[in-house]
């Protein structure tokens, strides 16, 4: 397909805890530019920094985040609660928005499988893109293993929109390592629209010589306040570990308190760097020599783009267990070392670390998923306009 700059692509994505999904959206959005399409990324989270994107049109919604890890408690800006006068005006800035930009394609990140406080915009964005004769292909775009679902019919409700308003599901993982049924217990129902992807990494294992190889231990929990235990009891078991002699640096999330981001740095002292989370964070992961971190996907696949040692603490509030998920087939691999965030100590931490340091770390997965997603959205929509 000639895909000049005139095909356009109008991706939506809704971060409410972390910045997972919303980073996760922009290399898709980045490789879909490769392609010679033209694409808007629709944000309604709150706003997140970092460099530009070349290409990339970034249209920011009204943002809204979640109260807790419960997801079912949202705030806008102010830290207020959503409102239905709220709701009515995103929405029709969302509807006008889309007719605005008359994309070819629409990507929903995430729903329906996960979103559903937001099929108040949502389920009016898929009629009218049904209804109109610009748009092509509609798309639906989720990580390599979901949060299982335990309602009632919610599966089934799930699978009814994807037959009746999606042209194809996305899967952004490694069938070699996880499948959907694995946590979709109606994937069979949607096999036919089902295409996996490969992991969207943000960037390729380099050689410790092309990456300028530190051996730092890396210690990160993510872009939510979720994982400040993680934080210290990294700190706590550096000096009963086989790597401390090395330096140790500590990522910290922008929404963890400055007086707490304060302390930590007092606790940690002069053996480690204690900084605010950072932009090259991947080119960080190829040079360090282990990680220690939860296990989100976006930080999964950046150590399995390296070769560095891992130790993963699935996060687990809120009967949350797609990180547990993901970071057992992992271990069964036997790619990283788990700790349950019940078993979390100073003491485990360090026999982990211990551990994962004789692990292999060879283990092999598709990480080309964003270029190939873009690849196979050019061919849809080529087939679509045949």
Known sequence: MSSGPTQRVMIYVQHLLG???????????????????????????????????????????????????????????????I??????????????????????????????????????ELIPLLQRARDSRQCLQIVSSIRDILQPKTKPGRNREICDLIE????????????????????FADAHRIQHKLS???????????????SGYSGDVL??????????????????????????????????????????????????????TVER????????????????????????????????AAVVVPFT???EIEQLLRARRLQDRGRLVMLESDQLSATRLAGAVDTALDLDTSFVVDLDGAANSAMMIEKWLEAAAA
């Open 19 to 81: 910045v997972g999904h919303f980073r996760r959206a922009q290399q898709l959005s980045i490789a879909l530019t490769q392609r010679k399409f033209r694409v808007d990324l629709v944000s309604g989270g709150m706003p997140v920094s970092g460099p530009g994107m070349p290409g990339v049109t970034l249209h920011q919604l009204p943002p809204t985040y979640s109260a807790d890890a419960s997801f079912s408690h949202l705030l806008d800006a102010n830290g207020d609660d």
């Open 83 to 120: 409102d239905e006068t709220w709701r009515d005006h995103r929405r029709q800035q969302l509807l006008e928005l889309f007719d605005q930009l008359s994309p070819q394609v629409l990507i929903t990140e995430t729903f329906p499988f996960g979103r559903r406080m937001m099929r108040f």
């Open 164 to 183: 009746t308003r999606y042209d194809h599901v996305l899967v952004h993982g490694d069938p070699a390592l996880a499948r959907l049924e694995d946590s």
């Open 196 to 210: 996996y992807s490969g992991y969207i990494c943000q960037a390729r294992a380099k050689t410790a010589m092309e």
């Open 219 to 272: 210690v990160s929990a993510g872009g939510s306040d979720t994982g400040l235990a993680l934080l210290e009891a990294a700190i706590a078991a550096r000096p009963r570990t086989r790597l401390s002699h090395r330096h140790w640096r500590i990522l910290v999330s922008p929404t963890i308190d400055e007086a707490v981001f304060q302390r930590l740095r007092r606790q940690a002292g002069l053996d480690f």
């Open 277 to 308: 989370n950072r932009d090259d964070f991947s080119s960080l992961m190829q040079q360090a020599s282990l990680s220690i971190s939860q296990a989100g996907y976006n930080t999964i696949t950046d150590i399995l783009g390296s070769r560095a």
């Open 317 to 319: 509030e809120a009967n």
